[in-house]
């Protein structure tokens, strides 16, 4: 009889490594939201802190959720935020999966039709210009043709190989990404996000309370998350 495989615990922050990172600050006390009241601890001159134990519960079901579909892929992260970007093309990159990292393309997941042909459009204009095959254009249509391209690699590159809609989404800030939070409820895509003090925590399905404004605290958050995804695929 097979034995089965033994599923390795995922590795969690401490929560001194969440205090270190600075996961703990949330937002000035007249800027909450009354639904993040749970999993606050104090306040100290006039700022809300988070309760890290109750941040480190909260990641922990959100990347058991995330290792369990990874296997499935489809999984996209997005940061718009300055401080999610780099983060997120990096962790991304680093656990192989989609993410959008500018800004959120209107209609991505409700008019997935539409943004599928740009990104088939761009990998195609890409593969052209790799191949030489515009080496017959004018030198003026061969500029215009790679202006088309880094734009379309700026807005939508880190979507490249798309072409479903994806399984879930997980987001730096589900505040600064609410449109993507909104499309995502409304095709029934789950959304994993970090919540702010000053957000909403059931507008995602998983949500992570911490600070969504530090790219020290963004980065362990999705760096777990990451890990996640690639111990789902292992």
């Given at each position: 009889?097979?034995?089965?495989?033994?599923?390795?615990?995922?590795?969690?922050?401490?929560?001194?490594?969440?205090l270190e990172a600075g996961v703990h600050f949330g937002h000035l006390k007249r800027r909450w939201y009354p639904k993040m009241a749970p999993f606050i601890y104090t306040e100290k001159g006039g700022v809300h802190v988070f309760d890290l134990y109750k941040t480190r519960e909260k990641l922990t079901e959100a990347a058991q959720f995330l290792r369990k579909v990874a296997i499935e892929g489809g999984v996209l992260f997005v940061g718009t935020k300055r401080q999610a970007q780099e983060v997120i093309a990096r962790e991304a990159k680093r656990a192989g999966v989609f993410y959008l990292n500018k800004r959120w393309v209107g209609g991505l997941l409700t008019n997935f039709d539409s943004v599928k042909k740009n990104i088939e459009k761009m990998e195609d204009l890409s593969k052209k210009i790799k191949d030489k095959e515009l080496s017959h254009y004018t030198k003026k249509e061969q500029l215009l043709a790679a202006r088309e391209l880094a734009n379309l690699e700026g807005e939508i590159g880190g979507l490249r190989g798309m072409r479903a809609l994806p399984r879930v989404l997980v987001l730096a800030s589900a505040k600064?990404?609410?449109?993507?939070?909104?499309?995502?409820?409304?095709?029934?895509?789950?959304?994993?996000?970090?919540i702010d003090t000053n957000a909403d925590p059931s507008t995602v399905n998983y949500p992570i309370p911490?600070?969504?404004?530090?790219?020290?605290?963004?980065?362990?958050?999705?760096?777990?998350?990451?890990?996640a995804v690639l111990a789902g695929k292992k």
């Open positions: 009889m097979e034995k089965k495989k033994k599923v390795q615990p995922l590795k969690i922050p401490t929560a001194e490594e969440l600064g990404d609410e449109i993507a939070s909104a499309e995502g409820r409304q095709l029934g895509v789950p959304v994993v996000g970090i911490g600070n969504d404004d530090a790219t020290s605290s963004i980065g362990i958050l999705i760096g777990t998350l990451a890990d």
